[in-house]
């Protein structure tokens, strides 16, 4: 069934690749307006006080980046091109842009594959990298796992996203290894320059015989590093202090809390003390 333009006003739905998309959400449903009012009425409905506020968000969600972009460039062209002779001409021309979805679309695609090209390069030609990889559930409930790339390249060091990919079914070290084994195939780089690796310390992760690190060694050839990111560790140790400390804490509250929320005058005399 073809996409109906009423569908974007009322219920906040776009038209991608032959599938509805909710702007609100970005999940897909098919074309059917039984189908796209029960996905708003029981996702979205409850969410918006009133008729004002929903047609606001509905408006908001449908505008399509490249006229967004496009708004946001003429408001300023006064300030940027307001000194040069041919101001004129440039603001013409940026309302000549094209900005369609379809139009946007396609460019954002080309630069994101120049972006993955110049990243391949240039993992293909360091000596080494190193990776980082979580894997997390989206607001969909659909696990997700991302992978980031730390590497040299020009005499400079480079952190980057590598990909973001989704995993059907479960979630174990063995399907971590194959997402990510199947990836770095797919841009044809050799993991075996990988030295280090950092995950979260899940089981899956670690696991000593059957988690992703151990798996992945065995593929890679050679020991690599292991470390744990450092933002789950602080996460364990609020959870550990927060029991062992708990006294030490709530006497620290009740200090601050008595500086700063009882009056203004006492936190300036404890300051002046400092």
């Known amino acids: ?46 969410s918006f006080k009133d008729d004002a506020e929903k047609r606001e968000s509905l408006k908001k969600a449908s505008f399509t980046d490249g006229v967004f972009v496009k708004e946001a460039f003429l408001g300023c062209a006064e300030v940027l091109f307001g000194d040069l002779p041919n101001k004129s001409t440039i603001i013409s021309r940026i309302k000549d842009l094209p900005v369609s979805a379809r139009t946007v679309e396609r460019r954002i695609t080309d630069m994101a594959t120049d972006i993955t090209e110049q990243q391949s390069a240039a ?60 990836h770095f195939e797919q841009r044809d780089i050799d993991i075996k320059n990988i030295f280090l690796i950092t995950t979260d310390g899940a089981p899956a992760m670690v696991g000593m015989h059957l988690g992703f690190v151990t798996l992945a060694e065995q593929i890679i050839g050679h020991p690599v590093m292991k470390l744990h990111c450092i933002i789950h560790q602080e996460n364990l140790c609020a959870k550990i202090s927060d029991s062992e400390l708990n006294d030490v804490m709530s006497t620290v509250t009740k200090i601050v809390n008595f500086l700063v929320a009882r009056s203004a005058k006492t936190h300036r005399q404890f300051r002046s003390l400092l």
């Open 1 to 46: 069934r073809s996409f109906q333009e009423s569908w974007t006003s009322y219920f906040g739905f776009v038209s991608r690749d032959e599938r509805a998309v909710c702007a609100l959400c970005c999940q897909s449903v098919v074309c059917r307006t039984s189908s796209i009012k029960r996905h708003f009425e029981t996702k979205h409905e409850k």
């Open 123 to 182: 993992l293909k030609a360091a000596e080494v990298f190193s990776v980082a990889l979580d894997e997390s559930v989206d607001i969909n409930d659909s696990p997700r796992l991302a992978v980031v790339a730390r590497y040299c390249s020009n005499g400079e060091i480079h952190e980057e996203l590598c990909c973001l990919k989704s995993m059907n079914g479960s979630t174990k070290g063995e399907d971590v290894l194959n997402t990510f084994i199947n």
